[in-house]
């Protein structure tokens, strides 16, 4: 599943494409049809990313919503000509710069801006936003007694954080997963915070995941492998120490973590 920072770039770059203009809107596979036709023709806005969600805000007040969820993917092609439909699209939004297409969401409708509220209302904090207030993700993990890898995977506490980020973020402060949210220390947490934070931003910029210190560890050349530019994440042993790295089912995923760095 994407991780927050790919689904602000989608943001950033559909924007470029489709904000403040108008857009053509429509299902080429059919099951979006009916809602397409809701925003077919309207100006869109605004495009806001929100953890893993995607808001599209059109002119006549309505909002369309996408959660690409495990198998979700954009096409993008620029240009004023409609690509030509590959495979399902379930969602085409074009307009004279360029035609996105939307293929195997966990969501994709339209709805208003109050169905907006409600989505956004469940969510934690997005660190990728600059109106984001860390102490409520803070607080929420400080009460609760669930693991802290649990806990840095669930969108209500934070939101955007995905498998990869919360195994290295733990990783760099040194924090086994299994420990309680309760027993973090405030310094901890908040040093959780602004490392996923960091990270996520980090990879807006490099549009692929990076976690490792370039001055310390450089980045192999050749084509990108998994592992390649973790210190736990994908890897038989840990980068920084080479001891056999460990996983640990938290929130329905293995999370990698180094037993002699995160010894607690
Ligand atoms: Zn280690």
Redesign the pocket.
Known sequence: MPEGHTIHRIAKDHTKLLAARTVRVTSPQGRFATDAALVDGRVLERIEAVGKHLFYFYDNGLVGHVHLGLFGKFRVTPGPDQAPVVGQVRMRMASEAGTVDLAGPTDCSIGTADERDAIVARLGPDPLRRDAQPEVAIDRMAKSAQPIGQLLLDQRVLAGVGNVYRAEALFVQHINPRRAGKDCTRAELTGLWDTVAAMLRQGVKDNRIITIDRSEFPIPKGPARRGDTTYVYHRDV?L??S?PVQTVELGGRACYY?P??QPR
């Open positions: 840990c920084r120490c001891s180094c002699t760095c």
